[in-house]
């Protein structure tokens, strides 16, 4: 958004002087760039501000309030059906009515104030104007705002409703290291969580589901609190991860629209007014948010064009009476990210139950990164979680995984693995130095012979499962190899055994029946 001193450049000298003369500023400039530029500095001294704000109406206060819970903006004919219209008029007109001192509406209050602007910005639906509040006011405005401090939804947690304490973590970051090796492997079978694909699409980690190689770089190498602030500041100021989409348990569908940042910004507000470090009732906030504010997302309250469907049995969910299945649900799925980002602790009543309660507390990891695995001669070996992401990341492409547990993962170089890394431009020596190096040099020497001969020659051995058919006498199989089903026989085993081609039994059995010889199937 614009910020104070570009917003008056906007305006005439007169206009310029009306702002100065309600915030009871002596301006000695007489152009509007050194008026603008005298107004700007005198504008964001928080003492002025605490006097401007100090004696607005309660209507303009609340207009003030509605934009900071929207990140400073709003569409101005929402804005404009709540708090009213700006009077247009030229400057002869201005000067001869003085709006300024008989405001008709909150806006026109804010308005004459520098309070409020109006401006275009590109959205979704194209370009759209807003009401909007300087952004270097913003912080300003917010501080003071906090001072005064609207009690805040909601009420502290019974000990009943944080019996069960889940701290917040980064195991974000791991999971995050998995899905990116898994996409590099092509690895089909992974199940991964969507809010993971979109997470890392808006740090543009991701693009179009493909690893950016510089990015991921970069994430990789950052220090693990780096990586997950780098989440974080993806995540807050993301168009694209959309909560309310992403909630498991609901369908939406149709072309209809919402703005999960500017949603997402208006919660996050809500919780910031909150207590730091103390649990709060996680019910209790949802009370109080559906009974005070609860058209957080909806603009002008409507409840019934969004088409949405409950999942597990395809009811459609309108009206307000659906409010905690669909709102609720996104409050909720807005404080279990900020928990996966290591900026809230959870807590509930039961153990199996839903979660009752949480706090801001934000993630420090405590224990040191572990720079060493130990390997095994059949070429396994498990990386632990604090292992460096990007060593563990380039690891994985050279193994087939198995299932990880306890926070470690369960890797197994095989033929086929490294068959796939070559086939990705990776190559077995690289692979054994970085054993190497973080095995202190204590790769089994088996294993170190077996990457070498692999790299020089490939498989030298293979493992098969084989249809093999088996006579009483080696005549059969001459008399088979010159029948219609010969092409359905592979490698002789020995004379009274063959390997039958892939999906040919039936085939084979047939022709067999043609000879007057009945098989069986073992």
Known sequence: MPDL??????YDLGHLKIISELWGLEIKSRDVDSTAEELCDSLQNLQAVRD?????????????NSLLETNGKIEWGLFARKFGEIREM?????????PHLEPTSPAEILFYRALLAKAFFDSEKGAQEYAYIPDDLIPLISRENHKRNVEPFGRRATPTEKSFEYPSNDHILDGATTYLAALRVNKRDFQFDPRLNALL?????????????ETVKGFLAASRTEALDALYKAWIDSQSFDELRLIPEIICEGE???SPRETRHVILNFLKALPEEKWWSLPAFLHDLKTKHPDFQRAAGDYDSWFIKRKSDGQYLRGFAHWDEVDGALVKAIIQMLHQLGRVDLAKAEESGPVTSFRFSTFVEKKKEIDKIIISSNGKFTVPRLFPRAIRYQLARFCDWEDEKNDEYKYQISARSL????????KAEQLLSLLVKHTNSNVPPALVKALKRWEANGAEARVENLSVLRVSKPQVIEEMRKSKAGKFLGELLSPTAVVVKEGAIQKVMAALAELGLLAEVE
């Open 201 to 213: 699409t808006g740090a543009k980690i991701l693009k179009k589901n493909s690893p950016q190689a």
């Open 419 to 426: 068959k796939r890394a070559n086939e990705q431009g990776l």
């Open 90 to 98: 030229g400057v002869s007109k201005r000067d001869r009515e003085t």
């Open 5 to 10: 001193y570009h917003t008056l450049l906007k």
């Open 52 to 64: 401007t704000i100090d004696i607005l109406p309660t209507e303009a206060r609340s207009a003030l």
């Open 256 to 258: 209809w629209t919402n």
